[in-house]
């Protein structure tokens, strides 16, 4: 089983958009890709051609609609490993017309989409049909409230990664995922009632 906790579309503010799009592309060349389970590796396969086919999909549609490659954007085979690899793909400008915008993507992907104004972000944010979770990294401690209680999703990570049980909300899916909730999953309740007699 895959998790999907990866970011698939980046909201980058304006003033800060380009510095952090070259400091992006920068840390994803240092990523090791290969066999999963191989220590150092940070990328490993996807899980079938189809899931291949649908990020280039992806990628194409993405092109299409006037967003630029930064890094990546094709099928590859690292160190003659078998398996359904796909490099590591940043694309910029991006237009909420793309499928990237509307559909969750398992795939190594980042889409950065450019902001001005923290309603217009928190608007692009929701508008898709799954809401598993967002980051949001920001010193401003006011923001963080505001933003995180304008977002529809199940969990809302502020300046790091989300380690605890989550909710999945909208089409992301049903119950929860992490943590000791997670774990509640997997459980199956047996109530079992009792009248013992003399």
């Not at 089983?1 to 920068?26: C, W």
């Not at 400008?93 to 001005?116: D, H, N, Q, W």
């Not at 079992?192 to 007699?197: F, P, S, T």
Request: proline content about 4%; overall charge negative; hydrophobic content about 40%.
């Amino acid at each position: 089983m895959k998790p999907s906790r990866h970011t698939n579309r980046s909201f980058v503010q304006e003033g800060i958009y380009d510095k952090f799009a070259a400091a992006l592309v920068d840390r994803i060349k240092t990523l090791k890709i290969g066999n999963g389970i191989d220590s150092g590796v940070a990328i490993g396969p996807l899980t079938h051609d189809r899931a291949v086919e649908k990020a280039i999909g992806h990628i194409n549609d993405a092109k299409a609609n006037g967003a630029s490659i930064l890094l990546g954007g094709s099928a590859c085979q690292p160190d003659n490993l078998r398996g359904y690899f796909i490099q590591p793909t940043v694309l910029s400008g991006m237009s909420t017309k793309s499928l990237t915008t509307r559909e969750e993507v398992f795939a190594p992907i980042v889409a950065l989409y450019p902001f001005k104004t923290e309603e217009e972000v928190v608007t692009q944010a929701n508008d898709c049909d799954v809401g598993l979770g967002s980051f949001i990294v920001t010193e401003s401690m006011p923001r963080i409230w505001r933003v995180a209680e304008g977002l529809e999703v199940g969990m809302v990570g502020v300046n790091l990664g989300i380690l605890s049980a989550c909710e999945r909300v909208k089409e992301s899916g049903y119950g929860r995922e992490g943590g000791r909730h997670g774990i509640d999953e997997y459980l199956t309740t047996k109530s079992i009632l009792m009248n013992v007699m003399g």
